[in-house]
Every structure is written in C-alpha cells, then in structure tokens.
C-alpha cells in the first residue's frame, strides 16, 4: 500500500501560470480532500470530494478547481497562479466523510509563486 | 474566528520534563483528533476521541475530552527529543454537514 501521493513535491510557477497538483489513494477511500498549510494558519480545507463524481467547496476555494473522476484519483487545479497562493498543499484521504475517521495525509506539494 | 484555539502556541523543553498542551474553543464537537506533524512531511494521527470525559493513554501521551466535548488537553510525561513536531487539533462541530476544522497547531522542541 502506497497510502496518499502527491506530485509533484516541488514547484515553482510564475504569476498567471497554470499547473495541476496531483493527489492518488489507493485504499479504496470515499472522502478525498485537500488543504493548504501556511505559517501560523494551521490547515484550511480548499475542497473535498465525497465520492467519485462528487465534488465541493471548503474554507478557501478562490481560485482552485478540482475533480473526481475516479475513486482514486483527485487532481487541484490552479487556473493562473497567484502570489497568495504559495503554500504547502496537502491532499487526504479517509474511508468516509469525517465523523471522526482517521484522516491519511500524503507528503505535501511545496509551492512557490514567483 | 478561530473555531479551535490551541495553546501555548510555542514550547521548548527540555528531555525528561512534563508537558500539558491545549486545544479549546466555544463550540461542541462530536469528536476531536491530534495529529503529528514532522518537518517536511504530512501529519499522522495520534488518537480520536469521541465520548465527553474520556481519556485515552499512547506510550507516555494522555490524550483527554472535555466533560461538554469543547476542549481537549494533551499531557506529555517525559519528553524526548523524538516528541518533537508540530500538533494539531482537529474537530468535527456537532451538527449536520459539519466539516472536520483543525486549530493552528503547537510547535514543541524537545531539547536533549
């Protein structure tokens, strides 16, 4: 078991670029989601998948995408990259939405926007 | 609004001390979690508890709810420097739809 992955693990964009983070689980998990880490602000939600198909906002959606296509797989999509969205992306995983389930966290994407 | 306030926000002891770190706020919680966070990587749960009054021990961590499910506290006997990381509260509110909302975190240094 790979548990959560992440790519890549480093990036650097210019203002206005675009990219997409990959995130894949292969535990068979229904509750997919992803978070950005800053200093000082803990982890805030961006959005959340309940299930292939089925996709929503969370705490701080501006200016990302994202999608379910399959149960595995759940790609963030920055559309034209924003100084203010440097940051530590972290995508996660757990059998079902929340209710106290434990959350698996893959390593994290690392970026900057120049 | 912070819905979970963690404290002290810093700590920095050294190897063999006591510890009792924080996690607080206004609302209930249908369950709280602490995770870990090591430098460079993604944070990995420590315990979940859910029932009002609990207490669960992990090695040398007693983890402990709150009676009225707000608050939670975290009690470290004899730090190692291996204990060092960053932990976090996570909670999910009471009621329907609530999403899991994690506090900023305690940044602990164990000095050997």
């Known amino acids: 078991n790979a548990g959560v992955t992440q790519t890549p693990k480093f990036q650097v964009l210019k203002t206005g670029q675009s990219m997409t983070l990959q995130c894949a689980q292969d535990?068979?998990?229904?509750?997919m989601s992803w978070y950005r880490q800053d200093p000082g602000m803990g982890l805030r939600l961006i959005h959340y998948?309940?299930?292939?198909?089925?996709?929503d906002q969370g705490e701080v959606p501006n200016g990302y995408n994202v999608s379910r296509s399959t149960t595995e797989d759940f790609p963030l999509r920055l559309l034209s990259a924003a100084p203010s969205q440097t940051s530590v992306y972290f995508c996660?995983?757990?059998?079902?939405?929340?209710?106290?389930?434990?959350?698996?966290f893959g390593p994290g994407t690392r970026l900057t926007v120049l | 609004t912070q819905l979970l306030e963690q404290s002290p926000q810093f700590l920095s002891i050294q190897e063999g001390e006591n510890l009792t770190v924080y996690c607080n706020s206004s609302?209930?919680?249908?369950?709280l979690q602490w995770y870990r966070q090591e430098p460079g990587e993604g944070p990995v749960l420590l315990v979940t508890?859910?029932?009002?009054?609990e207490v669960k021990k992990l090695k040398r961590l007693t983890f402990q709810f709150g009676d009225a499910r707000k608050d939670s506290s975290l009690h470290i006997t004899a730090a190692q420097p291996g204990d060092t990381g960053l932990y976090l509260c996570?909670?999910?509110?009471?009621?329907?739809?609530?999403?899991?909302?994690f506090g900023k975190g305690i940044t602990l240094s164990v000095r050997p």
């Open positions: 535990m068979n998990h229904e509750y």
């Open positions: 609302s209930v919680f249908s369950s």
């Open positions: 996660a995983s757990s059998y079902v939405s929340g209710r106290g389930d434990e959350q698996f």
């Open positions: 998948s309940v299930g292939a198909g089925i996709t």
């Open positions: 508890v859910v029932t009002g009054g």
């Open positions: 996570a909670g999910e509110p009471a009621g329907a739809n609530s999403k899991l909302t």
